[in-house]
């Protein structure tokens, strides 16, 4: 696996737990087991989106790029909620961002 897709992986994960307890204390903390785990593991597979191998591209290019997926796969997660959790949706689409910015350093664009 490469680098760039551990770290997407990783950042995902990371970025999921962050989601979490955000998603927990909006809840009151009375946020269900399942509503948690959904939220976390779509932050997962954001992070296996962006972590694919593109095509290298400009910085520029490369966060919009992320900001689109963010929204793309943060948007199955925010029609699961009936359209109900904004914020998570938001915080989707940049977390994209975030991650599509810290891969795009060059210590993870390498092939192995």
């Not at 760039?4 to 979490?20: D, F, Q, T």
């Not at 191998?53 to 997660?77: C, E, I, M, N, Q």
Request: hydrophobic fraction near 50%; proline fraction near 2%; aromatic fraction near 14%.
């Amino acid at each position: 696996m490469k680098r760039r897709m551990k770290a997407a992986l990783l950042g995902g994960a990371l970025l999921g737990l962050v989601c979490v307890a955000g998603a927990y204390v909006r809840s009151g903390f009375n946020a269900s087991p399942e509503f948690v785990f959904s939220l976390w593991y779509n932050r997962v597979i954001l992070g296996l989106v962006v972590g694919a191998p593109w095509k290298t591209t400009d910085k520029r290019k490369a966060l919009l790029r992320g900001a689109l997926f963010g929204l793309l796969v943060s948007f199955a997660f925010y029609s699961s909620t009936g359209f109900q959790d904004h914020v998570s949706f938001i915080a989707g689409i940049l977390y994209g961002v975030i991650l599509e910015g810290w891969l795009s350093r060059s210590a993870f664009s390498g092939s192995d």
